[in-house]
């Protein structure tokens, strides 16, 4: 059996939310409800004609399980069209765009919506202490944000990891990155997301939201609000070390609310759905390593990609690399091999990325993707590679072509 070309279509998001901010009202049942009725309305398909729906969160909860099927529901869609869940942390987004990629070009499903979503700002507390009952004593809530990336990693395996801050700690002083370094890779993301915004390259992809508001009409939230156009050396360079190293809340991405989804669809499907891609999935790989220094992951999940595709960096015209950390980034392309006058940095991050545009897990490779995308087309590249760390010591990478 031949596998069929899979087509990314109409890939949109919404705009970013700080944590606590506009979108904080919506849980994320109801961001994935909004995004999954955008993207039928803005393709125009059938959505009976939908065989499943693939969406990803990185904190799942009992309040929307199987968040795919949950969010189609929520937004009145038909109930004969399947959904679900899936977690790789902060690959997830990705992940479901492979997921879908995959049951296309199996044959197993003709059109599979692919996305995520996360709701930080609403992220429980939790018990584990309640089951059997508490007799005496004290009982534990642990936020499950921050209790999520202490055990990202087998304790009894790996010990203690304080979270994401120690593992770019740790790559910081694995490869030499300053505090100086970081910041500026910092200002650079915020530069180039507040150009981007200037020149309306979000334009397209932009789904707006209709906030409620507890007193009055709900608002329209179509603008990210996590990015810094005033971000200089200067400024950033007066935040205090979150962990006494080189890691600030400037030069880290942020905990944030937004939702992300595509169609996934056979090539010989287009034509009967009335549909056009804007690029066709390639190929797609991941590599673990060292929960302690998980930031590093892109690297050896690149190196796993490019050995089973045949490519190299030459044949790349777009590289979006997550920013959960500019150590992380900083560290990422030493491990590339790049230098850091290198020509390839004007393909890198053109709109910016994780430190500017934000980092809601669930729903980031899906925004990744809807600004890679469409950038591919204003450049008329060929290839894009998006790649990203993930929590507990993961990467991911992928790689879409152009469609022409």
């Known amino acids: 059996m031949s596998l069929r070309r899979a087509a990314i279509v109409a890939p949109i998001r919404t705009a970013v939310g700080k944590f606590g901010g506009t979108l904080s009202p919506l849980t994320a049942g109801e961001l994935g409800a909004v995004i999954l009725k955008a993207l039928v309305e803005r393709t125009k398909i059938d959505p009976a004609r939908v065989d499943d729906v693939v969406f990803s969160q990185g904190y799942g909860n009992g309040e929307a399980p199987a968040i795919g099927h949950w969010s189609w529901l929520a937004a009145g869609l038909p109930l004969e069209v ?74 009894e395996r790996f010990g203690v990891i304080s979270g994401m801050i120690e593992t770019a700690e740790n790559l910081a002083k694995d490869y030499g990155i300053t505090r100086e370094a970081a910041d500026a890779y910092a200002v650079r993301s915020h530069q180039r997301a507040a150009a981007a915004w200037k020149k309306g390259l979000f334009d397209d992809e932009l789904v707006p939201v209709s906030v409620p508001q507890r007193k009055g009409d709900p608002i329209i939230f179509d603008h990210d609000e996590g990015y810094r156009a005033d971000a200089s050396l200067e400024s950033l360079g007066r935040l ?41 999935y390639h190929s797609a790989a991941a590599a673990g390593c060292d929960p302690a220094r998980m930031g590093i992951g892109p690297v050896p999940a690149v190196e796993r990609l490019f050995a089973k595709n045949g490519l190299g960096w030459d044949d790349i015209d777009l590289v979006e690399l997550n920013e959960a950390f500019a150590p992380q980034v900083l560290a990422v392309l030493k491990g590339w091999g790049w230098s850091d006058d290198d020509s390839r940095l004007d393909m890198l991050n053109v709109n910016g990325s994780g430190i500017s545009l934000g980092h809601p897990i669930g729903a980031t490779g899906g925004r990744i993707l809807a600004n890679l995308t469409r950038e591919l087309v204003r450049r008329e590249g060929r290839f894009g590679l998006e790649t990203m760390c993930i929590g507990g010591g993961q990467g991911i990478a992928a790689i879409f072509e152009r469609a022409v």
Request: glycine share 12%.
């Open 82 to 155: 399947p959904g679900y869940q899936l977690d790789r942390r902060c690959g997830s987004g990705l992940q479901a765009v492979v997921n879908a990629a995959m049951m296309v070009q199996t044959g197993m499903s003709d059109v599979v919506v692919a996305g995520g979503v996360e709701s930080m700002s609403n992220v429980e507390h939790y018990s584990t202490d309640i089951r059997g009952g508490v007799r005496a004593g004290n009982l534990t809530l642990h936020d499950r944000l921050t209790r999520g990336r202490l055990m990202s990693q087998p304790i």
């Open 240 to 280: 205090k070390p979150l962990e006494g190293g080189v890691v600030t809340a400037g030069n880290a991405s942020q905990q944030n609310d937004a939702a992300a989804a595509c169609l996934v669809v056979a090539e010989d499907k287009l034509d009967e759905l009335g549909l056009e891609p804007i690029a066709w």
